[in-house]
Protein backbone atom coordinates (compact mmCIF):
# COMPACT_ATOMS: atom_id res chain seq x y z
CA UNK A 1 0.00 0.00 0.00
CA UNK A 2 1.57 3.51 -1.26
CA UNK A 3 0.23 5.22 2.02
CA UNK A 4 2.47 2.87 4.04
CA UNK A 5 5.73 3.85 2.66
CA UNK A 6 4.70 7.72 3.04
CA UNK A 7 7.86 9.17 5.27
CA UNK A 8 5.02 10.42 8.53
CA UNK A 9 3.30 6.59 7.37
CA UNK A 10 5.21 4.85 10.32
CA UNK A 11 3.74 7.03 13.02
CA UNK A 12 0.14 7.15 11.72
CA UNK A 13 0.35 3.60 11.94
CA UNK A 14 0.69 2.88 15.11
CA UNK A 15 -2.41 4.88 16.23
CA UNK A 16 -4.80 3.36 13.46
CA UNK A 17 -8.05 1.61 15.32
CA UNK A 18 -10.12 -1.04 13.27
CA UNK A 19 -13.63 -0.03 11.92
CA UNK A 20 -16.27 -0.40 14.08
CA UNK A 21 -19.94 -0.88 12.12
CA UNK A 22 -21.27 -0.93 15.53
CA UNK A 23 -20.82 2.47 16.80
CA UNK A 24 -20.44 4.55 13.20
CA UNK A 25 -18.71 8.02 13.58
CA UNK A 26 -21.30 10.70 13.55
CA UNK A 27 -20.92 14.01 11.54
CA UNK A 28 -21.48 17.13 13.19
CA UNK A 29 -25.20 18.61 12.93
CA UNK A 30 -23.48 21.80 11.11
CA UNK A 31 -21.88 22.53 8.21
CA UNK A 32 -20.92 21.21 4.93
CA UNK A 33 -20.83 18.13 4.14
CA UNK A 34 -18.80 16.65 1.12
CA UNK A 35 -20.05 13.34 -0.30
CA UNK A 36 -17.74 12.87 -2.96
CA UNK A 37 -14.11 13.11 -3.10
CA UNK A 38 -10.94 10.94 -3.52
CA UNK A 39 -9.56 12.07 -0.38
CA UNK A 40 -8.24 8.60 0.91
CA UNK A 41 -4.82 8.36 0.21
CA UNK A 42 -2.61 6.34 -2.38
CA UNK A 43 -5.58 3.97 -3.68
CA UNK A 44 -6.90 5.25 -6.48
CA UNK A 45 -6.13 8.63 -8.94
CA UNK A 46 -6.79 10.69 -5.80
CA UNK A 47 -4.50 12.21 -3.16
CA UNK A 48 -1.24 10.41 -3.78
CA UNK A 49 0.10 10.18 0.15
CA UNK A 50 -1.25 11.22 3.69
CA UNK A 51 0.57 14.78 3.75
CA UNK A 52 -1.93 15.32 0.49
CA UNK A 53 -4.67 14.21 1.99
CA UNK A 54 -4.07 16.42 4.63
CA UNK A 55 -3.47 19.02 3.07
CA UNK A 56 -6.90 19.05 1.56
CA UNK A 57 -8.55 18.25 4.61
CA UNK A 58 -7.50 21.81 6.01
CA UNK A 59 -8.27 23.13 3.17
CA UNK A 60 -11.61 21.99 3.13
CA UNK A 61 -11.60 23.16 7.22
CA UNK A 62 -11.01 26.76 6.04
CA UNK A 63 -13.81 26.42 3.91
CA UNK A 64 -16.32 25.46 5.77
CA UNK A 65 -16.44 21.60 5.76
CA UNK A 66 -17.78 19.69 8.75
CA UNK A 67 -16.75 16.40 7.68
CA UNK A 68 -16.64 13.95 4.43
CA UNK A 69 -17.60 11.19 2.96
CA UNK A 70 -14.39 9.72 1.15
CA UNK A 71 -15.32 7.68 -2.08
CA UNK A 72 -12.71 6.02 -3.96
CA UNK A 73 -13.13 4.38 -7.43
CA UNK A 74 -14.07 0.54 -7.25
CA UNK A 75 -14.82 -1.54 -9.89
CA UNK A 76 -13.21 -4.35 -11.57
CA UNK A 77 -11.72 -2.68 -14.65
CA UNK A 78 -10.51 0.91 -12.42
CA UNK A 79 -9.75 -0.08 -8.94
CA UNK A 80 -10.13 -3.72 -8.39
CA UNK A 81 -8.48 -3.85 -5.32
CA UNK A 82 -11.22 -1.07 -3.35
CA UNK A 83 -13.18 -3.40 -1.99
CA UNK A 84 -15.43 -2.24 1.18
CA UNK A 85 -12.08 -3.85 3.67
CA UNK A 86 -9.57 -2.37 1.87
CA UNK A 87 -11.64 1.19 1.98
CA UNK A 88 -11.82 0.38 5.66
CA UNK A 89 -8.69 0.35 6.45
CA UNK A 90 -7.40 3.22 4.21
CA UNK A 91 -9.87 5.28 5.76
CA UNK A 92 -9.09 4.06 9.45
CA UNK A 93 -5.46 5.45 8.41
CA UNK A 94 -6.62 9.03 7.47
CA UNK A 95 -8.70 9.03 10.42
CA UNK A 96 -5.54 8.55 12.63
CA UNK A 97 -3.56 11.01 10.86
CA UNK A 98 -6.05 13.50 10.99
CA UNK A 99 -6.54 13.09 14.93
CA UNK A 100 -2.63 13.05 15.33
CA UNK A 101 -2.99 16.48 13.45
CA UNK A 102 -4.90 18.00 16.00
CA UNK A 103 -7.86 18.14 13.64
CA UNK A 104 -11.52 17.70 13.92
CA UNK A 105 -13.11 16.44 10.75
CA UNK A 106 -15.07 13.46 10.72
CA UNK A 107 -14.79 10.91 7.64
CA UNK A 108 -17.26 8.48 6.75
CA UNK A 109 -16.95 5.74 4.04
CA UNK A 110 -17.82 5.68 0.37
CA UNK A 111 -16.89 4.21 -2.70
CA UNK A 112 -17.78 5.62 -6.57
CA UNK A 113 -18.04 2.67 -8.21
CA UNK A 114 -17.42 2.70 -12.12
CA UNK A 115 -20.52 1.46 -14.24
CA UNK A 116 -19.18 -1.44 -16.89
CA UNK A 117 -21.17 -4.86 -17.69
CA UNK A 118 -18.69 -6.68 -15.23
CA UNK A 119 -19.42 -4.31 -12.09
CA UNK A 120 -22.32 -6.39 -11.18
CA UNK A 121 -20.61 -9.47 -11.03
CA UNK A 122 -17.91 -7.90 -8.72
CA UNK A 123 -20.17 -6.52 -6.31
CA UNK A 124 -21.43 -9.13 -5.90
CA UNK A 125 -18.46 -11.07 -5.33
CA UNK A 126 -16.53 -8.37 -2.99
CA UNK A 127 -19.50 -6.82 -1.49
CA UNK A 128 -21.17 -2.81 -1.79
CA UNK A 129 -19.67 -0.10 -0.43
CA UNK A 130 -22.46 2.78 0.77
CA UNK A 131 -22.01 5.92 1.34
CA UNK A 132 -21.53 6.29 5.44
CA UNK A 133 -21.42 2.52 5.87
CA UNK A 134 -18.71 0.89 7.58
CA UNK A 135 -18.50 -2.60 5.52
CA UNK A 136 -20.60 -4.65 3.51
CA UNK A 137 -23.85 -2.89 2.91
CA UNK A 138 -25.76 -5.73 1.96
CA UNK A 139 -26.51 -6.92 5.27
CA UNK A 140 -27.63 -3.80 6.11
CA UNK A 141 -30.45 -3.34 3.67
CA UNK A 142 -30.22 0.35 3.89
CA UNK A 143 -27.91 2.99 2.42
CA UNK A 144 -26.98 5.10 -0.92
CA UNK A 145 -24.49 3.74 -3.27
CA UNK A 146 -22.76 6.13 -5.46
CA UNK A 147 -21.95 5.06 -9.30
CA UNK A 148 -20.63 6.57 -12.43
CA UNK A 149 -21.71 5.73 -15.84
CA UNK A 150 -19.25 6.69 -18.56
CA UNK A 151 -21.18 4.75 -21.35
CA UNK A 152 -22.64 6.64 -24.85
CA UNK A 153 -25.98 4.57 -24.36
CA UNK A 154 -27.53 3.01 -21.23
CA UNK A 155 -27.88 -0.52 -21.54
CA UNK A 156 -29.34 -3.62 -19.91
CA UNK A 157 -26.07 -4.39 -17.55
CA UNK A 158 -27.00 -0.82 -16.39
CA UNK A 159 -30.25 -1.67 -15.42
CA UNK A 160 -29.31 -5.12 -14.36
CA UNK A 161 -27.50 -3.09 -11.87
CA UNK A 162 -29.44 -1.21 -10.66
CA UNK A 163 -32.21 -3.82 -10.33
CA UNK A 164 -29.91 -5.08 -7.93
CA UNK A 165 -28.94 -2.18 -5.55
CA UNK A 166 -32.81 -1.63 -5.37
CA UNK A 167 -33.07 -5.75 -4.74
CA UNK A 168 -31.43 -5.29 -1.50
CA UNK A 169 -33.11 -1.81 -0.79
CA UNK A 170 -29.96 -0.01 -1.62
CA UNK A 171 -30.26 3.22 -3.08
CA UNK A 172 -28.67 4.08 -6.12
CA UNK A 173 -26.76 7.63 -7.08
CA UNK A 174 -25.31 8.41 -10.32
CA UNK A 175 -22.64 10.66 -9.96
CA UNK A 176 -22.41 14.07 -11.94
CA UNK A 177 -25.27 13.43 -14.54
CA UNK A 178 -24.29 16.39 -16.22
CA UNK A 179 -21.24 14.99 -17.37
CA UNK A 180 -22.25 11.80 -19.06
CA UNK A 181 -21.26 10.86 -22.74
CA UNK A 182 -25.21 10.16 -23.40
CA UNK A 183 -26.15 12.64 -25.88
CA UNK A 184 -29.81 11.54 -27.23
CA UNK A 185 -32.25 11.57 -24.59
CA UNK A 186 -30.09 11.93 -22.03
CA UNK A 187 -32.91 14.17 -19.88
CA UNK A 188 -35.48 11.64 -20.53
CA UNK A 189 -33.12 9.29 -19.37
CA UNK A 190 -32.65 10.71 -15.53
CA UNK A 191 -36.51 11.03 -15.36
CA UNK A 192 -37.17 7.34 -16.11
CA UNK A 193 -34.17 6.86 -13.48
CA UNK A 194 -35.37 8.89 -11.37
CA UNK A 195 -38.39 7.26 -11.26
CA UNK A 196 -36.69 3.78 -10.66
CA UNK A 197 -35.61 5.64 -7.66
CA UNK A 198 -32.01 6.64 -8.65
CA UNK A 199 -30.80 10.13 -7.03
CA UNK A 200 -28.82 12.55 -8.80
CA UNK A 201 -25.58 14.20 -7.63
CA UNK A 202 -24.00 17.17 -9.39
CA UNK A 203 -20.63 17.93 -9.52
CA UNK A 204 -19.54 21.46 -8.57
CA UNK A 205 -16.79 22.29 -10.79
CA UNK A 206 -18.78 22.15 -13.71
CA UNK A 207 -20.67 25.83 -12.44
CA UNK A 208 -17.08 27.29 -13.45
CA UNK A 209 -17.16 25.70 -16.94
CA UNK A 210 -13.86 24.38 -16.23
CA UNK A 211 -15.77 20.89 -17.33
CA UNK A 212 -16.74 22.31 -20.62
CA UNK A 213 -19.91 24.24 -22.27
CA UNK A 214 -22.33 21.14 -22.00
CA UNK A 215 -21.64 19.82 -18.63
CA UNK A 216 -22.43 23.76 -17.22
CA UNK A 217 -25.69 23.86 -19.15
CA UNK A 218 -26.58 20.93 -17.96
CA UNK A 219 -25.77 21.30 -14.45
CA UNK A 220 -27.28 24.76 -14.77
CA UNK A 221 -30.19 22.64 -16.13
CA UNK A 222 -30.65 20.43 -13.61
CA UNK A 223 -30.55 22.95 -10.80
CA UNK A 224 -33.03 24.78 -12.70
CA UNK A 225 -35.45 21.96 -12.45
CA UNK A 226 -34.66 21.18 -8.86
CA UNK A 227 -33.15 17.87 -9.92
CA UNK A 228 -29.98 17.45 -7.96
CA UNK A 229 -30.08 14.77 -4.69
CA UNK A 230 -27.16 17.22 -3.37
CA UNK A 231 -23.66 18.44 -4.91
CA UNK A 232 -20.53 17.61 -4.27
CA UNK A 233 -16.90 18.83 -4.73
CA UNK A 234 -14.89 15.46 -6.33
CA UNK A 235 -12.13 16.53 -5.17
CA UNK A 236 -9.12 14.56 -6.52
CA UNK A 237 -5.63 16.56 -5.36
CA UNK A 238 -5.34 19.62 -3.23
CA UNK A 239 -4.48 21.63 -6.70
CA UNK A 240 -8.02 21.08 -8.17
CA UNK A 241 -9.53 22.46 -5.01
CA UNK A 242 -9.86 26.22 -5.69
CA UNK A 243 -11.86 25.76 -8.68
CA UNK A 244 -14.24 23.30 -7.11
CA UNK A 245 -14.56 25.58 -4.24
CA UNK A 246 -15.43 28.15 -6.58
CA UNK A 247 -18.37 26.08 -7.64
CA UNK A 248 -19.81 26.33 -4.63
CA UNK A 249 -19.01 30.18 -4.68
CA UNK A 250 -21.53 30.03 -7.95
CA UNK A 251 -24.16 27.62 -6.69
CA UNK A 252 -24.57 30.67 -3.94
CA UNK A 253 -24.67 33.07 -5.77
CA UNK A 254 -26.66 31.51 -8.65
CA UNK A 255 -29.59 29.80 -6.64
CA UNK A 256 -29.80 31.03 -3.64
CA UNK A 257 -28.19 30.46 -0.23
CA UNK A 258 -30.79 28.51 1.42
CA UNK A 259 -30.63 25.66 -1.72
CA UNK A 260 -27.20 25.66 -1.55
CA UNK A 261 -27.36 25.13 2.22
CA UNK A 262 -30.08 22.62 1.21
CA UNK A 263 -27.44 20.78 -1.84
CA UNK A 264 -24.44 21.30 0.32
CA UNK A 265 -25.83 20.57 4.06
CA UNK A 266 -29.26 19.05 4.62
CA UNK A 267 -29.83 16.95 1.75
CA UNK A 268 -26.13 14.93 2.25
CA UNK A 269 -27.13 14.22 6.07
CA UNK A 270 -30.89 12.90 4.50
CA UNK A 271 -29.23 10.89 2.19
CA UNK A 272 -26.35 9.06 4.97
CA UNK A 273 -29.71 8.64 6.98
CA UNK A 274 -30.44 5.91 4.70
CA UNK A 275 -27.25 3.76 6.38
CA UNK A 276 -28.36 4.63 9.54
CA UNK A 277 -25.37 6.40 10.14
CA UNK A 278 -26.47 9.26 11.81
CA UNK A 279 -28.51 8.27 14.77
CA UNK A 280 -31.98 9.15 15.37
CA UNK A 281 -32.06 10.84 11.87
CA UNK A 282 -34.60 9.90 9.03
CA UNK A 283 -35.20 10.68 5.53
CA UNK A 284 -38.86 12.76 4.67
CA UNK A 285 -37.81 11.77 1.44
CA UNK A 286 -38.91 8.37 1.04
CA UNK A 287 -41.68 8.97 3.77
CA UNK A 288 -44.46 8.59 1.42
FE1 LIG B 1 -15.09 10.99 -8.35
Known sequence: ??????????????????????????????GLIDMHNHLLPGIDDGCNHVDESLACVRELIQAGYAG??????????????????????????????????????????????SLTPDLLAWVQEQGVQALGVEGDARARRGGAVLFDYWGSAWTKDCDAFLDYLLGLELTPVLAHPERMNIHDGWLSLLARLGERGVRLQGNLRPLVGKDGLLAQYRAEQLLDL????????????????????????RLRAGWGRKRSKQLLETAPRRLLALGQSLAGASDPTRAS
Not at 7 to 16: E, I, T
Not at 72 to 101: D, F, K, W, Y
Not at 238 to 248: D, F, H, I, K, Q
Request: proline letters at 11%; a neutral charge.
Open 68 to 113: AVCTPHGGPRLAPLNTPQRISEVLAVLRSAIEAEGLHFPLLPGCEL
Open 226 to 249: DRYEYMALDAHHLGCLPLRLEGAR
Open 1 to 30: MRLLEDSRGARYRQNVAPPDARNPIELPSR
